[in-house]
């Protein structure tokens, strides 16, 4: 049987009967390019269960992914997921897989970002448009689609979560280079002075939800380190959202 786990937000976040599930498991891996993991959640996790945890790589997932499910034909192998395991198209293509070659599949859902960050914004989650994500720049690999889609949901009175890009090695970008990205290649779409939430860390101690300016956000961030991070950069709000995103306009960026 093929077992995916979704490990939620945070130490904590995964449930009871997943948790049951990894002791009888035969193997365990989990992995962390579609989100970074919790420091010592692994550990945790290893210790409740007294099973040994394996990190998977991203090829194994992806490149080599019919050897990933066949694994699973003989004996349970269950991947751990950061947020809900079926958030990310890698995973519903595991399950897809597995179906073809008469593979039971067992899914533990958990709290993902998606659901957590429009949840504490205070906007309406049926007035957002596709999300989009700021991708981690390198020498040759600079892609700036992520501004069509929030262009078009703009156009479209559309709010947008923005995520940023995960590396293979579970690091993100932090929330000034993403806002400073947004702010260069977003020109006719967004300025110094439009306003965007920031939420960091969610789910987590410590978590923070601000509603400012843009300036006003890079401001704050070159003196604050945060954790993983995303933003929402609202469309055309309601009296009712507006007012729920007031309350985080005083809020420590």
Not at 77 to 99: M, N, W
Not at 119 to 144: C, H, M, Q, R, W
Not at 222 to 239: D, E, Q, V, Y
Request: net charge negative; proline share 4%; charged share 20%.
């Amino acid at each position: 049987m093929l077992i995916l786990i979704g490990l939620g937000l945070g130490k904590g976040d995964i449930s009871a009967k997943a948790l049951e599930s990894i002791k009888k498991a035969d193997s365990v891996f989990y992995e962390e390019y579609t989100a970074s993991i919790e420091e010592g959640y692994i550990e945790w996790i290893s210790k409740t269960t007294g099973k040994e945890l394996k990190k998977i790589p991203r090829t194994s997932m992806e490149d080599n992914l019919k050897e990933t499910v066949i694994k699973a034909k003989d004996s349970d192998i269950a991947i751990l997921v950061p947020g809900d395991p079926l958030i990310a198209t890698t995973h519903h293509i595991l399950v897809e897989e597995a179906a073809s070659k008469n593979i039971k599949t067992q899914i533990f859902h958990a709290p993902s970002i998606f659901t957590a960050a429009i949840g504490e914004s205070g906007l309406d989650i049926y007035k957002f448009g596709p999300t989009a994500t700021i991708p981690k720049f390198s020498k040759n690999y600079k892609p700036v689609s992520f501004i069509n889609t929030i262009r078009k949901n703009l156009s479209n009175g559309q709010h947008t979560l923005i995520l940023f890009d995960v590396t293979e090695e579970g690091t993100s970008i932090s929330a000034e280079t993403a806002v400073s990205t947004l702010l260069e290649h977003g020109k006719g779409a967004v300025g110094p002075e439009t306003k965007i939430i920031l939420i960091s860390d969610i789910g987590k101690e410590g978590q923070n939800v601000s509603y400012a300016e843009i300036s006003g956000i890079l401001t704050g961030q070159k003196s604050r380190k945060t954790g993983s991070a995303c933003m929402i950069l609202p469309a055309g709000m309601s009296f009712a959202e507006e007012h729920a995103v007031s309350m985080h306009a005083n809020s420590s960026i």
